[in-house]
């Protein structure tokens, strides 16, 4: 079966530094990556999406992921911090191989993002 | 990107009563549409696919007969929480699929509190 890691529930960076978001997953076959971002009673806004071809993944706000087969890991990124970045971040993973199904896509437990002045 | 809008975005009601919950794509047609429930500081749970034309597939431990989907049109998937109880107290995000499979995408909609008394 499919799963997503996120092994931090929250990350605290400073307005103006790197922040990273990790997340791992597990999947039969190709995976088909999500990294998505919660306000507070709001739905899911879409950051950012890895398919296939080049790793490194650019999204929306500044937002960048790396996708790396071999530590099966999809990690969110952004070179500097806004304060407005602070929010509930998701990955999820939708299993495209023949045992995966390929129909559902499978949340982490989400990482609280704080970034302070 | 596509739209998709629920309503109401928060409800309140009394033990026993039913509530229906509307999940809409606005600028797209969606054969299919996910039912999600969240609760305060988790991950969102698949509850059930909704298929235009045909009956909700629910996801294990999910009752059917409580959570009633209907999704009637390509446009419209409707979740009504029969004799609710406080339990049933929660955040539920719907999402529309756009797209053929497998390289869907999912878009998701503000989301509905609902609460219990």
């Known amino acids: 079966a499919q799963s997503v890691a996120q092994p931090e529930d929250q990350v605290k960076v400073a307005e103006g530094n790197p922040l990273t978001v990790k997340c791992t997953y597990s999947?039969?076959?190709?995976?088909?990556l999500f990294w998505y971002v919660q306000y507070p009673n709001r739905g899911l806004q879409f950051l950012l999406k890895?398919?296939?071809?080049?790793?490194l993944v650019k999204g929306s706000y500044g937002f960048e992921a790396e996708f790396n087969k071999s530590q099966t890991s999809f990690h969110l990124k952004k070179p500097s911090a806004l304060v407005s970045d602070s929010a509930l971040y998701f990955c999820?993973?939708?299993?495209?191989?023949?045992?995966?199904?390929?129909?559902?896509?499978?949340f982490g437990t989400g990482t609280q993002l704080k970034v302070e002045l | 990107g596509a739209v998709v809008s629920q309503h109401p975005s928060r409800v309140i009601c009394k033990s026993g009563t039913s509530v229906k919950i509307e999940c809409r794509s606005l600028?797209?047609?969606?054969?299919?549409m996910f039912w999600y429930r969240q609760f305060p500081k988790q991950s969102l749970m698949l509850m059930a696919t909704?298929?235009?034309?045909?009956?909700?597939?629910?996801e294990q431990g999910v009752e059917k007969d409580k959570f009633l989907i209907n999704h009637a049109s390509l446009t419209l998937s409707t979740l009504t929480v029969t004799s609710a109880h406080p339990e049933d107290s929660s955040f539920y995000i719907c999402?529309?699929?756009?797209?053929?499979?497998?390289?869907?995408?999912?878009?998701f909609g503000p989301g509905t509190r609902l609460t219990v008394t």
């Open positions: 999402s529309a699929r756009e797209g053929g499979y497998p390289y869907y995408e999912q878009y």
């Open positions: 999947v039969s076959g190709n995976p088909y």
């Open positions: 890895y398919i296939t071809g080049d790793n």
């Open positions: 999820a993973v939708r299993d495209m191989g023949p045992a995966g199904g390929g129909n559902k896509l499978t």
């Open positions: 600028d797209f047609q969606a054969t299919t």
């Open positions: 909704s298929n235009e034309g045909s009956k909700a597939t629910y």
